[in-house]
């Protein structure tokens, strides 16, 4: 069973390493979303980076706007593409944002990557 003992410390380290990109990634969008929240794994999703807002914090950065969101995932997504694996996104969000916070986030993941 050396093979299980492997299995288990790969899922330790990818747990491990998934928390250090998840507060990577909280702490450059703070500026953008001051509540957001990390961890890693959910009931369905066990090495999904989750990111997340109080309600709270949501209503106060939102107040007001009525237009469209977006998903932050979706712009995860779109400029770390590294973050979906064997077609499974591995990123988990609740957190809508507006068309100028999506460009903002977009800045700041894109400096982040060094492009």
Known sequence: MRKLGEYVN???????????????LADALKPVIPGIKYSVGWEEGQLDL??????????????????????????????IPELIIDNRPYVT??????????KKVKEILLKLRGR
Do not use: C, H, M, N
């Open 10 to 24: 790969l899922i330790k380290l990818a747990k491990e390493k998934g928390r250090e990109v998840a507060k990577e």
């Open 50 to 79: 989750v990111f997340s807002e109080s309600d709270e914090d949501e209503d106060k950065r939102l107040k007001g706007y009525k237009g469209s969101k977006t998903y932050l995932d979706y712009i995860l997504y779109e400029t």
């Open 93 to 102: 969000t609740d957190i809508w944002l507006t068309p100028e916070e999506q």
